[in-house]
Nanobody
Framework: QVQLVESGGGSVQAGGSMRVSCSFV????????MAWFRQAPGQEREGVAA????????YYLNSVEGRFTISHDNAKNHLYLEMNALNPDDTTMYIC????????????????WGQGTQVSVS
């Protein structure tokens, strides 16, 4: 079983930076794929960044590559998304996901999802 809880969202001005975090409790897995998605009301969920906590491979949505960085700290059971050069298009709910059932990177079908944390850029 995996439990995910996001934190760190809020409001920031365009051009600013923010880090969102996801605390995870993982039972029965040595390493898993994890990711950040985002979803605005009435829109489809969009994969932003993914990481394999085993070999460290990372994957990014084209529009965030070079601005966002996904990382994890297994000792602290945390997944992070560092976001720089934010713009209003980045405003939405950011959601943590874990355990890839099939696929790879941002194409994974993930088994577990958090509730999300809101990021607003103005």
């Amino acid at each position: 079983q995996v439990q995910l809880v996001e934190s760190g969202g809020g409001s920031v001005q365009a051009g600013g930076s923010m880090r969102v975090s996801c605390s995870f409790v993982v039972n029965g897995f040595k390493s898993i794929a994890m990711a950040w998605f985002r979803q605005a009301p009435g829109q489809e969920r969009e994969g932003v960044a993914a990481i394999d906590t085993g070999d460290g491979s990372t994957y990014y949505l084209n529009s965030v590559e070079g601005r966002f960085t996904i990382s994890h700290d297994n000792a602290k059971n945390h997944l992070y998304l560092e976001m720089n050069a934010l713009n209003p298009d980045d405003t939405t709910m950011y959601i943590c996901a874990a355990h890839c059932l099939r696929g790879q990177g941002l194409g994974c079908v993930f088994a577990y999802w958090g509730q999300g944390t809101q990021v607003s850029v103005s």
